[in-house]
T-cell receptor, first 114, second 112 residues
């Protein structure tokens, strides 16, 4: 399967703990996106990478959130000092350089903060 | 306030019926995508429309982009139980914009 993969699929953590999620994009896609989706809502944009450069960050991405894409391939999203309000589905998507509007999503990581 | 408003938010119909889902905005989009999402999974891209007035067909699904590129519709003919899911519209506000703005989704249930 050459689609976008995300790990873990589910994460349950206690409030105050740090969590890290990983996304592996489609191999020839150099653009990578993170979105967050809460229950009953559509996904909301968090941040975007072109190769290893983080080019845009949403105001939703507070200081507790950090994303990296060190070698321009996989990406990680870390949340420090998790809060109950961080509970959501975290989605990763990737796209080709000239097809930015056609984004292909991974299965997501469901985070539950207790 | 949602930039993209989808209606209806919930729709439950019998197998074999036709239905239309709407995606409306006061903003102009350079492109608009429709996705379908199953519970616990990521959205799956169905179609992208780019030109005002464009119509695309995918088997029993017909997608239309409004002439002014502010709205779109998804029409399903002879719905099947396998069409059940969350349908999301998403748009890019300006040419070359990387982030997609999503509607809140239409949860469609097709009853046998």
């Amino acid at each position: 399967d050459t689609g976008v993969s995300q790990n873990p699929r589910h994460k349950i953590t206690k409030r105050g703990q740090n969590v890290t999620f990983r996304c592996d994009p489609i191999s020839e896609h150099n653009r990578l996106y993170w979105y967050r989706q809460t229950l009953g809502q559509g996904p909301e944009f968090l941040t975007y990478f072109q190769n290893e450069a983080q080019l845009e960050k949403s105001r939703l991405l507070s200081d507790r959130f950090s994303a990296e894409r060190p070698k321009g391939s996989f990406s990680t999203l870390e949340i420090q000092r998790t809060e109950q309000g961080d509970s959501a589905m975290y989605l990763c998507a990737s796209s080709l350089p000239l097809g930015g509007h056609e984004q292909y999503f991974g299965p997501g990581t469901r985070l539950t903060v207790t | 306030t949602q930039l993209l408003e989808q209606s209806p938010q919930f729709l439950s119909i019998q197998e074999g019926e036709n239905l239309t889902v709407y995606c409306n905005s006061s903003s102009v989009f350079s492109s608009l995508q429709w996705y379908r999402q199953e519970p616990g999974e990521g959205p799956v891209l169905l179609v992208t429309v780019v030109t005002g007035g464009e119509v695309k067909k995918l088997k029993r699904l017909t997608f239309q982009f409004g002439d002014a590129r502010k709205d779109s519709s998804l029409h399903i003919t002879a719905a099947q139980t396998g069409d059940t899911g969350l349908y999301l519209c998403a748009g890019a506000l300006i040419q070359g914009a990387q982030k997609l703005v999503f509607g809140q989704g239409t949860r469609l249930t097709i009853n046998p």
